[in-house]
């Protein structure tokens, strides 16, 4: 028969809570690092994903500030604007200037809502 001292007894208990204190401890250490591991991930993933983006963004841009600037010269030329075509150029200039873009096409905004539109033209002829 085997007879276990309540000192036995503890220091078993102890050392057995040590063990799953630690190994708590250690899981916590590993989801902790899992979740490093996934914000260096997508941190790597967002930056490689900006830089391939990034060329397209600035390209956008130009085609957006072209078309404006190219309808701007045609509709100056033509002395009219029709609420279509402006209200489609709006829609351009939203986008051109939620990219943090700016300068003298807002000038050129300004003097296209500034045109008489083709309704207004057509009774004056």
Known sequence: MITLSWGSLVAALISF??????????????????KDVITSIK?????????????????????????????HMDHMQQGFI??????????????YHNMNKNGFVDTLMEELRDLPSFKDVSKVS
């Open 17 to 34: 809570l040590t063990l799953i204190a630690t190994m708590i401890a250690t899981w916590r250490s590993i989801i902790q690092l899992k």
């Open 82 to 95: 029709d609420k279509y075509s402006l209200q489609a150029l709006e829609y351009l200039y939203t986008d």
């Open 43 to 71: 941190t790597l993933v967002c930056a490689e994903v900006d830089t391939k983006i990034q060329p397209f963004v600035a390209n956008q841009a130009d085609v957006l500030r072209y078309t404006i600037t190219r309808a």
